[in-house]
Nanobody, 126 residues
Framework: QVQLVESGGGLVQAGGSLRLSCAASGRTFSSYGMGWFRQAPGKEREFVAAISRNGGTTTYADPVKGRFTISRDNAKNTMYLQMNSLKSEDTAVYYC???????????????????WGQGTQVTVSP
């Protein structure tokens, strides 16, 4: 019953910024931990960032620490990923994901997430 829709991707020059959004249509958005993942051509999906149900706890993959910020607005049923100081290696399809209700802790493991959006393309030019 939950639909996740990413938006905000596009083309940006290295050093620039981009803000991704993930809109959830479900009625119980605040009940779920959420996360962002990305996948570049020829590479496996990798974890980017995760956030707890109320937004009080966040965690980031090492390559994006200090540059990306994950946040959520439960009143708007929306999660965000603010990306600053973008690098060419950030180029990928970015996915938002819902953590399984049975998982009661923040985690970077993709297997702990049970619902995924369609993805949005982010391309960073040199």
């Amino acid at each position: 019953q939950v639909q996740l829709v990413e938006s905000g991707g596009g083309l940006v020059q290295a050093g620039g910024s981009l803000r991704l959004s993930c809109a959830a249509s479900g009625r119980t958005f605040s009940s779920y931990g959420m996360g962002w993942f990305r996948q570049a051509p020829g590479k496996e999906r990798e974890f980017v960032a995760a956030i707890s149900r109320n937004g009080g706890t966040t965690t980031y993959a090492d390559p994006v620490k200090g540059r990306f910020t994950i946040s959520r607005d439960n009143a708007k049923n929306t999660m965000y990923l603010q990306m600053n100081s973008l690098k060419s290696e950030d180029t990928a399809v970015y996915y938002c994901a819902r953590r399984a209700l049975t998982v009661d802790y923040i985690t970077s493991r993709g297997s702990s997430y049970d619902y995924w959006g369609q993805g949005t393309q982010v391309t960073v030019s040199p």
